[in-house]
Structure formats: C-alpha cells, structure tokens
C-alpha cells in the first residue's frame, strides 16, 4: 500500500514545492520531473525484445527528453519468429523486470497494458468468460395452438481477419490450439453451433406474460398449448458468442476478449496476470492501461451477460423478461423507448461496476494506478473516466478531449492524459511542428500528460527504417525528425510543468444529457459513447458547448452521479476539491427525479441553476412512472419565472435562482458568468488556479498573428510571461481594464503558444521584452553551401547555389530520395544598420532547423513561423551562418516503394494506408505515386532590425 501512496503522490499536485514563483517572488521555471515530461505509448512487437537493445531504446528516448513509457505488446515481425516471448511467460516477465530495473536507473516511468493489443482478452479466455451477444426469434400462436417447430437457434459461422483468413472449417477449438495463429490475425471468429436457450416467453394480446422456458426440452420442443381466449406471441432468447478477437494481439495474447458485464469474467481473467506477477518484484510499475472498449469494433455487438436478467431486476425494480416486445421495439413506442432506456442504464452500470471498478480495485492492490480510455463504450463515460487514477483521451477533437478531462475535474484527479498524435496524416508525412499544433489542442482541452501514440522497439541493428506501428506519426530513432525531437519533449515539458500544478479553474458544470440519447431508439440495442459529435449532432448539448467553447467560457461536464455527490459553499458548488459557479442544463428532456430533486436543492441553498431553452419535461425508464412523473411535475408547476430582460427568465427559489434562456450569451450572463474574450483575437486557452492567482496556457491557433493586448477574466497585481518553446520569461506588460479585469500585452503569430502567471502581490524580476521590426529586412542572398550530414540512403555530394529551392531540385536523383539532415552555411557582413536585436527569418523551411550563428545555437525551430532573434553582440563583421534542416522520412520510403524495397514486413494488419489513395495493389500502404517531397530550406533568409516595443 505504501507503494501506492508513493505513486499517488508523484500523480497528484504537490504545492510546497512547484510553485514557479520562488518564496521571494521572483520568477523562475517549475522543476521537470519525469512525470512533466511526456510519455510515449512503446509497441513491443512480437515482445521480440533482448536486454541490450531495450538498453538502447530506453536510453535514446530519455536522452530525447521522454519521461516514461506503457508497454502495450503487438503481433511481431516477420522473420523474427525465434525471438518471439510469448505474453506473461517467465522469459517475458523476465525482460518486464528488467525494463523496470532499467526505468528506475534512467528515471523513467514505466506503465503496463492489461492486455496485448486491445481489448482484453487472450488465449486464457474461455467460452464462460467471453464476450456475449443475445440473439432471438419470434413464433405466433392462436388460441389452442401448439408450436409445430423446434424452438432452436444455429449460431452461423464467422471469420473475420486482419491477416491470411483460414476457412472456418480449417479452425478447431479452442482458438489458441491452433498454429499460425500472428499470419492469421483473426478478429472475430464464430464457430457454427447451436445456442442454449436463455429464456422464452409467451405474451397475449391483454398484456399478459408467461415463462415457458422450464417447458421446453434438450431438443428445443416446447410441452404448451396456447390458451383459450387470446393470441400469443412467442420470444426466444439465445445467449450466443460475440466472437470479437484481441486485436494485433501478441504471441501468447491471441483470443476471445471478455465478457466486460461479468465480475466473475474480469476475475478469471486478472488472475493469470496474478500468476505472472507470483514471486516477481513490479513495484516499477506506475500504472495498468486499457487501450479503449472496442469490443464492438465488429460484426453485432456484445450486449448480453448470463447475469443481466438478475442485475436488470436488482437495479431497475422490474422483470425484463415481462417486457421483451418493448425492448425489441414491438410495443407502444413511448414503452419501448422506455423500456430500452433502462436496458441501456443496466449494461453502463455493469461495465462500471463489475469491470472499471474492481479492474482499479485490482490495481490497487498491486499498488499501482489505472489509466483508461473509456471513450467508445456504451456506457456514461464520465462515470468509467471518474472511477480510475489516469482518464485518457484520444483525436483531434477538444470537445471529445473535454470528457476525459472533466471526468479529471470534478473528481479531483490530478493528472489527464492523452494518446496524441495518432494518425495526423498518412505514414511519413508529419513534421515535429505538426505535432506540436495538436499537442496544444490537448493543453487547451485540459489534457496535462501527454503520451505519444507512440514509438516502436526496434533493434539497433533493424535496417532502415525499423520496426514501425501501423498507425503514424513515426515516433523512432530512423526519423530524421529525431536528433530534434527533444525540443519539441522539453516544450512538452515546460508546460506539463505548469498544468500539472494548482488545480482546474472552470466556472460552469454543463450537465450530460445522457437519458435522451438511452431513451432514442437506433438500429442496435446498444449506443458507444466517443465524442460529443457525431453522438450528440443536432442537440442543446453539442450547440450550447461549442458555442462556449469558442466564446471563451470555461467549463466542465458533469454526469447526473456526479452531480449527485456535488456540494454546496455559499452559492458555489464544490466537486472534487474544485468549484464552480453554476450547472447548466443543455435543453434535454428527459431528467432523473433525483437529479432534478439534486438541483433544486442546491438552489434553495443558494445556487444559481441554468437552463438552456426549455425545462426537461419528463423522467426517463419505465418503473413507477407515473409516481416519478408527478413528482417533477411538482417541482416545474413550484418554479414561478418572471422576464428578467434580455430574453432571460429567472425563478427564485430559496436563497437562489433559475435561470433560463434561449440564448447561451444572455443565459451566461445572467448566471454571473464572465468570458475570456481573448477568443475574439483568435486565441484558445486553459485556466488553472493555484494559491496566489491563475496560470494561463494560450495558444494563437489562427492563421493570424496577435499583437495586442489580450484582456484576461481574472484580477491580477503581476504577470510572468514564459515562452516554453524558447525558454524565455519575464514579467509580462499588464494594466487593468475597464471590466476590472487585467489586460496583459502579448505577442504570438500564427502556432505560437505561452503560458502566463498571475500573482495577486507584487513579483520582481527582469521585465518581458518585447520587440517589433523598426527598418528594411536585408536579404541573404549569398552563396550557401549544402552538405548532406546524415539519413539515407546514402549522402548526396555537397551542393552549392545562390538560389535556395527545395534540396530535391538542386541535385541529381540522389537529393531526391534523400530523407536526413543537411546543413546550410553561408557567410554574411553585419548590416550597417544599428539594432540591438535582429530577427533571423529563414522563410520556408522543410521541416525543422537547429540554427548557428558563428557556432552558438540560437534555436531549433519546428515552425510554422521560422524565426528567432539575435542579439547584436553575437554579430561580427563577417558572420558564419549554418542552419541543419532535417526533412520528411518520405522521399526515401518513395525510393522504397518505387523500388519494391521491403520494409512492411509485419503480421497482422501490416503496414494500412490512411487514406485510399495511398492504397496498393496488396491493400497495404505505398507512397510509389508520390512525387518527393519539398524539402529543406525554400524561401529567403533575412535579418531585419528590431526595436523595444513601447507598450502603453
């Protein structure tokens, strides 16, 4: 347990120690820590993994700034089959201690999938334990019938690959006595057999329901004559198997993923984790991850457990099996939504209570945390997210990045992380400054530990360009981004240094209106939660969140559990250690009666209520429905509005109100709520709060620059400036505005970001200085020199010109499959002009650049903008400029594909394309129609001077 304590104490904020301003109030950076650092998901393919070269892979990441690492073992490569260890055998847990041993020497974190590939499941997983899907049939029977037909089902056979697909029929049970089984790749797989009965059930047409299923033989003959008097409608239910597969499972990981609504399942599967673990040390273990539910990436969905009848009674109050023409659609429609409704609660409550609880439960008792992506489930996904350590998200979406972060929020978790970076673009074709724009999406989401989706192991010795994952960007050592990529790790650093210290600062708690989606009825049973479009498209919920997303209003969502434990102080409402000023409700109709009964105390105590349109109207499910219903309808008929101006309506009640609007603006303002308008200027932004005043992460995401003074919404005596990209800072220009607020003076161009520090005392420290162009920038137009340093596949000979172009346009075909680093140097005279600082532009540049200036490395720069200032007295008569331009791995995997040259050399899915286009004849990717990429450095190089900016 102390293990455990410890690690809970990295995960958490500790105050005493990280505050940027010193105790003298001077301005400094946070200490790095390797849990500020980023982290990088690690594929161990085919755990084809030695001691050596987990030395080598481990060392090159720390030394490019990595803090830590999760195992997650795929399939594996071909001609490596030797070297394969199995999953969880004494040779693969022997090279797991080893990595922990060598984590805790390099200061690196280590976390551990559950599984191989994803979901959970392996070849331990045994028909109980699997994944369930519920099939039926129908029979009608008139009065004094008897069923002529067996009532059986046949489960038809299904195989789907990722892989070369056997025929059904060449698969024998259980799938892991099968060979071969990585070349294969099965995804799912269901063997043709006839199903069990689970029940059967007769309903008349005077609403009458009887079990039949004790009247029915081993041969499926039912033993009943219908009734006199009615017609009879016949439902047999058949527990089948869903048939989902790990997918790019590891060797030793191959089969059926678990039944995720059974305990029993979960157990039996963690107990051959537990054996593994006997007699081993893992304390190194930070934390065990579940790479998302995806069990019904698939054919049918896994929508039934042997228990659910039980649960559904225990927790809905009524017998499912007397309703089952409502649950499959065939009753009146308002039932049947009704009916569905709670089914769809029932499966949610048993994905959190008998998987996401006691899998956290197991991990603690191994004294580690638990990292999730809970995203894709069906199922409220803020209650899974709110019930582990780590929530994790996923995409490009900062909406969809906001429910793992506010599930973090209202619960008090310190730390968000994210799977970043998946598939930016297609293989090859993502620099380190694309990434870094989608990184700052993350920050601006509320995401405070980013995990890099994700490097390979790959033997030192792995021709060029190594062991590689299928879904891109490129996070390896053969990148030529990668003697670079520690300047984009320390940006990451420096500003997980920040958002991993005080707490979240958001003043509205935005209800999820989950009911109204559980009670629409769909083409399946089961809904998958994953973002808030496309799921939530057309709704209060998406419009009313998007719209305050781009109008600068912060907030959190809230789930109606959550809600449930919030408290009150005063009139704010407290939840997880943070508060907020008010909950608003997106125009939903359906409302628990204990959520709303929740609200409408809060406002007696003193709370400001929001709702957005209208009133939900109506509780969702089906069980004392009419009792339920009076009750909110007492609580509306109580609330007496009055127009309050500017379309608002305001109820009081007690020692608070409600509000109510049609529009989000004039709705937020009457709830008190202010805005920070520097979305006007095209600026995004988090807001976090520490004892003595509030950080700010910003970022100019427009194609604008801004140069202004940028009003904050809080109250501030200093502002530290910090540029994480550059390492600079300094106390920032600020004056108050006419709201009361503070204005702080800020420049950023188009991808640039920097996080501001308010103090409510008075802060000493050198003064942020600000610069702008005060004369004719001077081009250098020289002759430059460019020497091929490093990549392949091999050194072009040195090139000289006087006209910068792409470096595949200046020589011969060797430039043009080129993929590595090149240095430019050239020779300049120090403009006659003075200046006490220049901006060095260099223009168009493919990709990223390190920049020398008389042998003193000013920057590495990763753009969009290109630029960085130079002091004068780095300037002599006659100056030596060198610039190392690093380009895409995509012109030499042209030269490889053009060429047939191998490289996608691995099972399972292999090597996919991102898009279609890029597709080959074989299915798998090729960049062979490509023309090369522009590469190098392209536009003009200038030096123009800069003057102090006067900011008044």
């Not at 299928?470 to 984009?488: I, K, R």
Request: hydrophobic share 40%; aromatic share 12%; charged share 20%.
């Amino acid at each position: 347990m102390s293990v455990l304590i410890n690690k809970l104490k990295l995960a958490s904020v500790t105050l005493l120690s990280v505050y940027s301003f010193s105790a003298s109030a001077q301005i400094v950076w946070p200490t790095a820590t390797h849990q500020t650092k980023p982290w990088a998901r690690w594929w161990w393919e085919g755990s084809a993994v030695n001691k050596k070269d987990l030395t080598w892979n481990m060392e090159s990441y720390r030394a490019a700034g990595l803090g830590g690492l999760e195992i997650t073992p795929i399939y594996g490569v071909k001609g490596h089959e030797s070297e394969f260890i199995p999953f969880l055998s004494s040779q693969w847990m022997d090279m797991l201690q080893y990595t922990l041993q060598e984590g805790k020497r390099l200061d690196m974190g280590i976390d551990l999938a559950n599984a191989t590939g994803w979901p959970f499941g392996g070849p331990w997983v045994t028909d109980e334990d699997a994944s369930k899907e519920l099939f039926w049939k129908t029979y009608d029977l008139k009065s004094g019938e008897r069923l002529q037909e067996d009532i059986t089902f046949v489960q038809q056979p299904l195989i789907r690959s990722d892989g070369v697909a056997p025929k059904i029929t060449d698969l024998v049970e259980p799938i892991s006595a099968n060979k071969n089984l990585q070349l294969m790749a099965l995804d799912q797989v269901r063997f043709e057999k006839r199903l069990p009965l689970n029940i059967l059930m007769a309903y008349n047409d005077k609403g009458e329901a009887i079990n039949l299923t004790d009247k029915v033989n081993t041969n499926g003959t039912l033993d009943w004559t219908a009734p006199a008097g009615s017609n009879w409608h016949l439902y047999a239910l058949f527990m089948g198997w869903h048939g989902k597969m790990v997918e790019r499972a590891a060797p030793g990981g191959e089969g059926y993923v678990i039944d995720h609504f059974s305990k029993p399942a979960l157990n039996r599967y963690l107990n051959r984790f537990d054996e593994a673990f006997k007699g081993r040390n893992i304390n190194g273990i930070r934390a065990f991850f579940n790479d998302s539910y995806e069990v019904d990436d698939a054919r049918g969905q896994s929508n039934f457990t042997p228990e659910f009848f039980n649960e559904f009674l225990k927790r809905r109050g009524y017998d499912l099996r007397n309703h089952l023409p409502a649950l499959f659609g065939k009753a009146d429609k308002e039932i049947n939504n009704r009916v569905l409704c709670d089914y769809r609660e029932t499966v949610s409550e048993l994905l959190l209570d008998n998987f996401t609880k006691p899998w956290q439960a197991w991990g603690k008792s191994k004294g580690a945390l638990i990292r999730n992506q809970s995203h894709g489930s069906p199922s409220n996904i803020l209650d899974l997210y709110a019930a582990i350590d780590i929530p994790e998200t996923e995409g490009t979406d900062i909406l969809r990045f906001k429910f793992a972060t506010s599930a973090a929020h209202v619960n008090g978790k310190p730390l968000a992380s994210s799977e970043s970076a998946t598939w930016l673009n297609d293989h090859f074709l993502s620099s380190l400054g694309d990434v870094k724009q989608v990184i700052d999406k993350y920050f601006i989401g509320g995401v405070n530990h980013i995990f890099y989706h994700g490097v390979s192991y790959s033997p030192q010795n792995a021709p060029w360009p190594g062991w590689l994952f299928y879904a891109a960007v490129h996070f390896n050592q053969t990148n030529p981004f990668w003697p670079q990529f520690s300047t984009l790790n320390n940006y990451i650093t420096r500003c997980q240094s920040f958002l991993q210290q005080g707490k979240p600062n958001n003043d509205v708690l935005i209800y999820y209106p989950l009911f109204d989606s559980f009670s629409e009825a769909g083409p399946a049973l089961l809904k998958h939660y994953d973002a808030l479009k496309p799921d939530f498209n057309g709704t209060g919920f998406a419009d009313v969140s998007d719209e305050m997303l781009q109008k600068g209003y912060t907030f959190d969502f809230i789930s109606d559990k959550q809600l449930l434990a919030t408290q009150l102080s005063g009139n704010q409402l407290l939840t997880g250690g943070v508060s907020y000023k008010t909950v608003l409700l997106p125009d939903c109709e359906y409302i628990p009666l204990a959520t709303f009964t929740k609200l409408m105390d809060m406002a007696k105590a003193g709370a400001t209520i929001a709702f957005y349109k209208k009133l939900p109207s109506d509780v969702p499910g089906y069980n004392q429905l009419t009792e339920r219903r009076k009750s909110l309808q007492a609580f509306l008929l109580a609330l007496n509005f009055n127009a309050s101006g500017n379309g608002v309506k305001t109820a009081v009640i007690g020692k608070g109100r409600i509000v109510m609007a049609d529009n989000a603006t004039a709705l937020l303002n009457a709830a008190n709520i202010k805005r920070e308008s520097m979305t006007d200027n095209g600026l995004q932004f988090v807001r976090r709060q520490y004892p003595k005043g509030y950080y700010y992460f910003i970022a100019n995401q427009s194609d604008k620059a801004v140069e202004s003074w940028v009003p904050l919404a809080v109250k501030a005596t200093s502002i530290a400036l910090f540029d994480p990209m550059q390492k600079q800072y300094g106390l920032a220009k600020a004056r108050t505005h006419a709201g009361g607020g503070t204005e702080v003076y800020l420049q950023l161009q188009p991808g640039e970001s920097c996080i501001l520090q308010t103090s409510n005392s008075t802060v000493t420290g050198n003064q942020f200085v600000y610069y702008k162009p005060t004369g004719n920038s001077t081009e250098l137009n020289g002759s430059w020199i460019i020497q091929f340093m490093s990549g392949g596949p091999t050194l072009p000979p040195v090139v000289k010109t006087n006209n910068l172009k792409s470096w595949t346009e200046l020589g011969g075909e060797e430039t043009k499959i080129f993929s590595g680093m090149a240095s430019y140097t050239t020779t300049f005279a120090k403009p006659k002009q003075n200046a006490a600082m220049w901006q060095l532009d260099l223009g168009k540049v493919h990709e990223s650049a390190d920049v020398y200036l008389n042998g003193v490395k000013l920057a590495t720069l990763l753009g969009p903008k290109y630029a960085v200032n130079v002091p004068a007295a780095l300037l002599k008569s006659v100056n030596r400029l060198e610039i190392k331009v690093t380009n895409l791995m995509a012109n030499r995997i042209i030269d490889m594909d053009k060429k047939k040259i191998s490289y996608k050399i691995f099972y399972n899915t292999n090597f996919q394309a991102h898009f279609k286009e890029n597709r080959g004849d074989d299915g798998l990717f090729t960049a062979a129609k490509w023309e090369p990429q522009p590469s190098g450095l392209v536009g003009k190089v200038t030096l123009t001077p800069l003057a102090q900016v006067a900011v008044r």
